[in-house]
């Protein structure tokens, strides 16, 4: 009689240890599925990591139930709250750092394509430049002349950059090109600049840009956005 | 009332029960992914750390990051990340500690009524199994959590000096052409009229917020000399030849 009492209930205890399984998983895993659908997972691994968070508490706190002396129960709740403690910083963190890793990596972009323009406008009126003054006093070509030289075909609108390599996005636009004054504009497709809403050359906003302005004093550069 | 009995194993079919609970959650969760999302997605990376589904969240993430650095929309999680995620976070967080918990509560009642030595049992196996998964969990995030903190400012640390370093060279491309125009300009233009002679930077590039600037002409050559105001242990020097080239780039400090 009592060894059927005792088989019954451990028999209760591992129906019980199921039903905590089966309660956890069913609960995690219907949280992380039915999350809103996002590009990023953190949506549904968030969700699903806050109610995995109340179920490890509700575990702790039935798992050390009396009789367990209060010693020990203090003990391990406070190992276990500060491990999850732990656990939700850092997973916190993850998020925060993976998302700002990305930001970064969208503003490294952002130098590059600067920096490319930077090197590469400049050239091609730095040769006008030189060429125009080479003229002497007495200038028989305007800007637009020489400029229309060392860049055969050129026109407003047109663009004037050599692909560097195959799938070059860069495009260096002619946006002015009067007698006494050459403007060149370059713009990213893809990579946001400082304003959000600043009008691009192509129609587009807010992407970067930059503009340098030729005329028979020199060059200036105006970073638009 | 907790006497160890014949029956005293976690109970007929305990594991195929767990096993089988666990394959049909992953089985539903790739299922329902790949009924709603049909559309083929290439698996970016393979991932090892299926304990820690933030990291995986966070590869992920990056990984959009990285697509969008080269002009690629983002993709959607894989099944295979999402599987693993779930996996990870029903494995961590709640088959090991629920077995693990339960039946340590088990022993410590039972052991506080009966002192005899229990046999080793496939119980006892899996006892151990998961208690070391939950253990390690519990014992190694507290400093994960120191070193993942360290390495976040470190990565930081680092990224804002690339930064500035990045913003200087690119100062410092803006003084080439102001010396480049300075050489090809006539003197009555305010230029050099061939030469470097004279050359006085602009009061703009003088100090930015990225660093100040020195410029020194001696004959033919020009000697840039940048100072981070950022890092202050910082400087970038370098030589304009007399064809106008950026030569001898110096980098000091972190910037090396």
Same mark, same amino acid.
């Given at each position: 009689?009592?060894?059927?009492?005792?088989?019954?209930?451990?028999?209760?205890?591992?129906?019980?240890?199921?039903?905590?399984?089966?309660?956890?998983?069913?609960?995690?895993?219907?949280?992380?599925?039915?999350?809103?659908?996002?590009?990023?997972?953190?949506?549904?691994?968030?969700?699903?990591?806050?109610?995995?968070?109340?179920?490890?508490?509700?575990?702790?706190?039935?798992?050390?139930?009396?009789?367990?002396?209060?010693?020990?129960?203090?003990?391990?709740?406070?190992?276990?709250?500060?491990?999850?403690?732990?656990?939700?910083?850092?997973?916190?963190?993850?998020?925060?750092?993976?998302?700002?890793?990305?930001?970064?990596?969208?503003?490294?972009?952002?130098?590059?394509?600067?920096?490319?323009?930077?090197?590469?406008?400049?050239?091609?009126?730095?040769?006008?430049?030189?060429?125009?003054?080479?003229?002497?006093?007495?200038?028989?070509?305007?800007?637009?002349?020489?400029?229309?030289?060392?860049?055969?075909?050129?026109?407003?609108?047109?663009?004037?950059?050599?692909?560097?390599?195959?799938?070059?996005?860069?495009?260096?636009?002619?946006?002015?090109?009067?007698?006494?004054?050459?403007?060149?504009?370059?713009?990213?497709?893809?990579?946001?600049?400082?304003?959000?809403?600043?009008?691009?050359?192509?129609?587009?906003?807010?992407?970067?840009?930059?503009?340098?302005?030729?005329?028979?004093?020199?060059?200036?550069?105006?970073?638009?956005? | 009332?907790?006497?160890?009995?014949?029956?005293?194993?976690?109970?007929?079919?305990?594991?195929?029960?767990?096993?089988?609970?666990?394959?049909?959650?992953?089985?539903?969760?790739?299922?329902?992914?790949?009924?709603?999302?049909?559309?083929?997605?290439?698996?970016?990376?393979?991932?090892?750390?299926?304990?820690?589904?933030?990291?995986?969240?966070?590869?992920?993430?990056?990984?959009?990051?990285?697509?969008?650095?080269?002009?690629?929309?983002?993709? /959607? @999680?894989?099944?295979?990340?999402?599987? *693993? #995620?779930?996996?990870? !976070?029903?494995? =961590? +967080?709640?088959?090991?500690?629920?077995?693990?918990?339960?039946?340590?509560?088990?022993?410590?009642?039972?052991?506080?009524?009966?002192?005899?030595?229990?046999?080793?049992?496939?119980?006892?196996?899996?006892?151990?199994?998961?208690?070391?998964?939950?253990?390690?969990?519990?014992?190694?995030? /507290? @400093?994960?959590?120191?070193?993942?903190? *360290? #390495?976040?400012?470190? !990565?930081?640390? =680092? +990224?804002?000096?690339?930064?500035?370093?990045?913003?200087?060279?690119?100062?410092?491309?803006?003084?080439?052409?102001?010396?480049?125009?300075?050489?090809?300009?006539?003197?009555?233009?305010?230029?050099?009229?061939?030469?470097?002679?004279?050359?006085?930077?602009?009061?703009?590039?003088?100090?930015?917020?990225?660093?100040?600037?020195?410029? *020194?002409?001696?004959?033919?050559?020009?000697?840039?000399?940048?100072?981070?105001?950022?890092?202050?242990?910082?400087?970038?020097?370098?030589?304009?030849?007399?064809?106008?080239?950026?030569?001898?780039?110096?980098?000091?400090?972190?910037?090396?």
């Amino acid at each position: 009689m009592e060894k059927t009492t005792v088989t019954i209930e451990i028999k209760q205890e591992v129906s019980i240890t199921l039903l905590w399984i089966a309660g956890g998983v069913i609960a995690v895993s219907s949280a992380f599925l039915l999350a809103p659908q996002s590009a990023e997972l953190w949506p549904a691994a968030n969700l699903a990591g806050v109610i995995a968070g109340v179920y490890l508490v509700a575990l702790l706190l039935y798992a050390l139930r009396k009789p367990l002396s209060a010693k020990l129960r203090i003990l391990v709740g406070m190992v276990a709250l500060v491990a999850m403690a732990c656990t939700a910083f850092t997973w916190m963190r993850m998020e925060d750092q993976s998302r700002w890793q990305a930001e970064e990596l969208m503003k490294i972009r952002a130098v590059i394509g600067r920096g490319i323009m930077k090197n590469e406008m400049p050239k091609p009126l730095l040769k006008t430049l030189e060429a125009y003054h080479q003229q002497g006093a007495r200038k028989k070509k305007s800007l637009a002349d020489v400029f229309r030289n060392l860049q055969p075909g050129v026109a407003a609108c047109s663009n004037i950059h050599k692909p560097m390599w195959e799938g070059d996005p860069m495009r260096v636009i002619v946006e002015t090109l009067d007698p006494d004054r050459i403007v060149l504009v370059s713009q990213e497709t893809y990579v946001k600049g400082r304003d959000p809403n600043f009008k691009n050359y192509d129609g587009k906003t807010g992407m970067v840009q930059e503009k340098f302005i030729l005329t028979e004093r020199g060059i200036s550069h105006v970073s638009e956005n | 009332m907790y006497q160890k009995t014949e029956s005293s194993e976690f109970g007929p079919g305990f594991l195929w029960q767990i096993c089988l609970l666990t394959i049909l959650a992953i089985g539903f969760g790739m299922f329902s992914q790949k009924l709603f999302w049909p559309e083929k997605i290439e698996p970016m990376r393979s991932y090892t750390t299926v304990l820690f589904p933030w990291v995986i969240a966070g590869g992920h993430t990056i990984g959009n990051g990285l697509l969008a650095f080269g002009g690629k929309p983002p993709e /959607l @999680p894989t099944p295979r990340d999402e599987a *693993s #995620a779930l996996a990870g !976070l029903l494995i =961590a +967080v709640v088959l090991c500690p629920t077995i693990f918990l339960l039946e340590w509560r088990r022993r410590r009642v039972f052991e506080a009524t009966k002192h005899e030595r229990q046999p080793l049992k496939v119980s006892s196996v899996f006892y151990a199994l998961t208690g070391a998964i939950t253990l390690y969990m519990a014992a190694a995030m /507290l @400093p994960i959590t120191i070193a993942s903190e *360290s #390495a976040r400012t470190s !990565l930081r640390h =680092a +990224v804002a000096v690339q930064f500035n370093r990045d913003a200087i060279i690119n100062e410092m491309n803006l003084i080439e052409i102001d010396l480049l125009q300075y050489y090809i300009l006539p003197k009555k233009l305010g230029g050099g009229n061939h030469t470097y002679d004279g050359f006085r930077l602009r009061q703009q590039l003088k100090r930015t917020d990225d660093a100040s600037y020195v410029v *020194s002409v001696e004959k033919s050559q020009v000697d840039i000399h940048a100072s981070s105001v950022r890092f202050p242990s910082c400087r970038i020097d370098v030589k304009v030849d007399s064809a106008g080239r950026m030569t001898e780039w110096n980098y000091g400090g972190e910037f090396r």
